[in-house]
């Protein structure tokens, strides 16, 4: 908190503290809330935000230290609430005041906000990645693939279970595993799994193995287990994207799929998952499993992406009905009417099968 209260000063001198708030917090003499953001993941930006959202001092301030993201994306997230706090850049050992946009859509960048749609692009896929996953589509149907910054995702409801990435030197190379900690061993001990047409019916049933494995613990009825438990925001969001309805969506809303270009490395993370519909009316279906503070502006940073000109649809945010808590329900309350948000309550057994 030592560098925070330095940092304050820069701005008044004469402000004094009265007590620490939440860890990187303070309240001042003069009634303010300051919150440092120093994390170098967004999802401290996200939290800080969540945190003073639900804050009832009058005059907030929230203190950007990072590198990683520019404090303009920080400033435009602000936006997106009723009443925004003021957003404040570190510049060596002074504070500088950051522009909060005034009207959602005011700023030109808005399209930064690092969210793009999953759907893999067959068209543009090498002629081997393609063999495989279009092998993967008819011979095992419950692995779905998603497009990701660094290559393309199996999936087993919503659970990762390998990864197909490119090579310059030796083309597109499987990578069998739950998650990169699994992959990475696995690489490790069995080598490279490179890809081409004469071994595509290998990598398959190396793939159904892994599915096997997975499908028989990531069930509802499943004992206790970490693919149970593991990514299920992505599970939730699987299963809306099949039935639209459970979400409140009219059956026939088509749904694509979307991922964050920040999403954390750490499959124990809490995350989001997003899907935005096919069509004109700019649905943006937010799922999230487990209360974070975080839930109301990774929602509206996804929204903002989607958003044409500063207008986007409504906002659906999906949670299991056991996480429908009034500290939640204050939360996404206090984003701004353009916004549109509704929380919807999932029945329990959403992730059966």
């Known amino acids: 908190m030592a560098k925070l209260r330095a940092l304050v000063r820069t701005v008044d001198a004469d402000l004094g503290f009265l007590d620490d708030q939440d860890p990187g917090a303070a309240r001042t003499t003069d009634g303010a809330v300051w919150s440092l953001v120093s994390d170098p993941s967004i999802h401290d930006a996200y939290r800080s935000l969540g ?13 950007v230290d990072l590198d990683e993201v520019p404090t303009q994306i920080v400033g435009e997230l602000a936006s997106c609430f009723t009443n925004a706090p003021n957003v404040w850049a570190v510049r060596g050992a002074r504070l500088d005041p950051v522009l909060v946009p005034s009207a959602i859509g005011e700023a030109d960048n808005v399209r930064r906000h690092g969210v793009r749609s999953a759907l893999v692009d067959r068209s543009v896929q090498g002629g081997e990645q393609r063999a495989l996953l279009e092998a993967l589509a008819e011979r095992v149907p419950l692995v779905a693939a998603e497009q990701e910054a660094d290559g393309v995702a199996l999936t087993v409801r919503g659970l990762e279970v390998g990864r197909l990435v490119g090579d310059d030197d030796r083309g597109p190379i499987l ?9 990475e061993v696995r690489y490790e001990l069995e080598g490279a799994r490179i890809v081409d047409h004469g071994s595509v019916d290998h990598h398959v049933r190396a793939i159904e193995s892994v599915v096997a494995e997975v499908d028989r613990r990531r069930r509802v009825d499943a004992s206790p287990h970490p693919a149970r438990t593991l990514r299920r925001e992505r599970w939730m969001l699987q299963r809306i994207v099949e039935d639209p309805g459970l979400a409140g969506l009219d059956s026939s809303t088509r749904l694509e799929p979307l991922i964050s270009l920040r999403a954390p490395a750490n499959l124990d993370d809490w995350l989001i998952a997003a899907a935005r519909s096919v069509g004109d009316d700019g649905t943006v279906v937010v799922c999230a499993v487990g209360p974070d503070l975080a839930l109301a502006a990774a929602a509206a940073e996804v929204w903002l992406a989607c958003a044409v000109d500063g207008r986007g649809g409504r906002l659906v945010v999906a949670v299991p009905a056991r996480d429908v808590l009034p500290v939640t329900e204050r939360l996404l309350g206090s984003l701004r009417s353009e916004l549109a948000v509704r929380l919807v309550g999932i029945r329990d057994d959403w992730a059966g099968s």
């Open 51 to 63: 945190r003073m959202a639900l804050c009832a001092a009058e005059r907030r301030h929230i203190v």
């Open 175 to 183: 990578e069998l595993g739950v998650g990169r900690i699994d992959r």
